[in-house]
């Protein structure tokens, strides 16, 4: 795992892949599976991996949060940044907050609360987080106006915030006034598009945003660094094209269930046997198989056409 904290400008560098996590049939971590997906994702050229709604830490105990930092540490390249998740209530990240900092990651989101939560205890009880990591957060932001912009940017200047997720569900991306706020109160290059590749085509090109996160990523990383690099080209035409495969898969997560999809579909793939998903979630129904295993050989055969024409300098 890479050691030092992610600055700024490796953020523009990758994709953040949201991979899922693998367990056995009894809950427990499954290594060899985690570390063939993380395998897969770093073969594509993906640097940073963000363990945090895919992987259903919202439901993780301390103990198996504990094991899972153990082996992303372990299993993670020296050049993977590993980003694990708190939360989503103050105290679970009181208690995860000691937990991160001695296992010795240095970048850490934090889930986010819908219920009960107002912005002036947000801001509040992430600065008290980032005091006991010794490190400022990632803030996911997934509800219109949860945290104030004037909010954010003190939060930023006082180290306790330093880079932002968001994933604010718009019809039309846009047009996002709270998103624009946001930018122009603490920069485009500290927000990552967070929700997948429906929005990156505005979250990019309109506002600028330093990146974007994707489940979908673990399964075509190499497809998604061609995607980010054509945009960030202004190639648009072949941006599109990469994006279309994407944009089906998330179309049937939306449809069926972005969570269950998303860690069945990494089984389907024959990557890695991602078991049962951590409840409180669920495994998706059997007679959903067919129809994710389609889009999900669509993702593979756009990666391995990525692979061959040299990954993410492909014009695939
Ligand atoms: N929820 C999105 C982005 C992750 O943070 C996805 O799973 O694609």
Request: glycine share 8%.
């Amino acid at each position: 795992m890479r050691q030092q904290r992610l600055e700024l400008a490796d953020f523009r560098k990758s994709v953040v892949a949201v991979p899922p996590v693998a367990w056995t049939e009894s809950l427990e971590l499954n290594p060899a599976a985690n570390a063939a997906l993380v395998r897969h994702i770093e073969a594509g050229g993906i640097s940073i991996l963000l363990y945090g709604g895919n992987a259903n830490l919202y439901h993780i105990d301390l103990g198996r949060f504990r094991a899972l930092l153990d082996l992303l540490r372990e299993t993670a390249g020296p050049s993977t940044a590993v980003i694990p998740s708190i939360g989503p209530d103050f105290g679970k990240m009181l208690d995860q907050a000691p937990i991160v900092r001695d296992k010795g990651f240095s970048d850490v989101m934090v889930l986010p609360t819908a219920f009960p939560a107002r912005a002036a205890g947000i801001e509040r009880g992430v600065g008290l987080v980032a005091e006991a990591l010794g490190f400022g957060v990632i803030l996911y932001i997934k509800q219109n106006n949860y945290i104030e912009p004037d909010q954010l940017e003190r939060m930023v200047k006082a180290g306790s915030v330093r880079f932002v997720k968001y994933a604010v569900e718009r019809a039309n991306p846009e047009g996002d006034t709270y998103l624009s706020d946001i930018v122009a109160a603490i920069g485009a290059e500290r927000v990552a598009s967070g929700m997948g590749e429906r929005p990156i085509h505005s979250h990019l090109m309109t506002y600028g945003l330093a990146t974007y996160t994707s489940g979908a990523v673990c399964i075509a990383p190499a497809a998604a660094l061609a995607t980010l690099h054509a945009y960030r080209a202004g190639d648009l035409e072949t941006a599109e094209r990469l994006r279309a495969p994407f944009l089906e898969f998330e179309r049937q997560r939306a449809e069926i269930d972005g969570f269950g999809v998303m860690h069945d579909a990494v089984t389907l793939s024959g990557i890695a046997d991602m078991g049962p998903i951590l409840p409180l979630l669920a495994n998706i129904a059997k007679d959903k198989h067919e129809t994710v295993a389609k889009c999900v050989k669509d993702l593979l055969d756009l990666e391995q056409a990525c692979r061959a024409e040299g990954g993410q300098n492909s014009k695939v």
